[in-house]
């Protein structure tokens, strides 16, 4: 079945940089476009971004744009997520997602 593993949250100071990883098994992870999405407390979930099956592709919420890179390596079946310059809004958990699946998630916590 499909398992998604985040990875590499923590604690970090605004302006600071956190790279997330998303180990993937279950399923074929070249064939399927991929996204993270996160959700803070009290706050509905939300999209930062999508990648598409190549990685040629992708997508980012506006609140995020120009400071957050999505990759994928398929020969790892890996997603990545590179956040700089984050900001205390930032602070959420994060999440892996593919087609309506995701993982446990790893908490972001930006804060001097």
């Known amino acids: 079945q499909v398992h998604l593993v985040e990875s590499g949250g923590g604690l970090v100071q605004p302006g600071g940089s956190l790279r997330l990883s998303c180990a993937a098994s279950?399923?074929?992870?070249?064939?399927?476009?991929m996204s993270w999405s996160r959700q803070a407390p009290g706050k509905e979930r939300e999209l930062v971004a999508s990648?598409?099956?190549?990685?040629?592709?992708?997508k980012y919420g506006d609140s995020v744009k120009g400071r957050f890179t999505i990759a994928r390596d398929n020969t790892k079946n890996t997603l990545y997520l590179q956040m700089n310059s984050l900001k205390p809004e930032d602070t959420a958990v994060y999440y892996c997602?593919?087609?309506?699946?995701w993982g446990q998630g790893t908490q972001v916590t930006v804060s001097s």
């Open positions: 997602d593919v087609v309506g699946y």
């Open positions: 279950g399923f074929t992870f070249s064939n399927y476009g």
């Open positions: 990648i598409s099956t190549t990685g040629g592709m992708t």
